[in-house]
DNA sequence: CCGGATCCCTGTCGATACTG
DNA sequence: CAGTATCGACAGGGATCCGG
């Protein structure tokens, strides 16, 4: 099985390694702003304006917002619709694409939600006792 | 249907708002060193020393990957054994609720690779249009 | 030697102000 | 309304040093 495991590597590195184009794809979607794009197109299932999308994700600035939507829509997952109005009017929209990869981040913000009280009670654990050697360094200033 | 648009945002709202702690929870998964990480532990199916997780993320620096460790152990996602040997060795498993996370992580992995060429050709028409205002401007040094 | 902490530097991100 | 421009803060990468 040593045999296995390196076959295994290699296939592994062959698409992961750090040449491989599919990084570039991945490192679009393993980012919260993204998600959060994909997770509200998908979820109201309809276009969004830039304003609604800049109200529904809370504490995203105009920049990352308009820099999350570029990257999404240059890689073909959300497509872009002006409309020459008075005000202006610009619209997101999911493309084919799109919908597949709001299904799979979607799923991660789901399994937050669902896993949520779990997670934070494993953080507070381990907090709890790695917080600890640092209280013991300065409870000692007896001898200065 | 304004009504359902509403309450929709409201419901949006609250498991995505800035406030809420599913957030804290995504923006650890949201990332593409632990994507790497938990997809690794995934494949190989067996804890894996930092040394064999380093080569194995090419171009991960090691603070990056204690960094993550850390990050993924704090959220009770994978499991730190030290075996006090000389030299030392570590390994990181994934607990049962890394393996869930896992999954989800893995998948969006697998969707980048399935993907990758279509998503290249988005890109290159994309870019196609949008460099070509720039090209423009370096065309004429004629009247210096 | 392996695992990891620290320092320094650069690139990205967040907040604010301004324009078509 | 939908962005761009600018600046300060902070997270990430690289090299070096340390403990077991």
Redesign the pocket.
Known sequence: MDTNESMALADWIAVNGRDCPSRTVVEVLA?K?ALYVLGALRRFDRPL????LRRLLE??????L??T?RALERDGLIE?AVYPTV?????YGLTPLGVEAGRLTSAISEWSVANVAQILDARAAYDAHSEQPLERIVTSPTNA
Chains 1, 2 share one sequence.
């Open positions: 980012n702003w304006r830039f304003s609604e504490g995203i600035t105009q920049k990352m308009t820099q939507l872009r005000p202006p009017r610009v619209e």
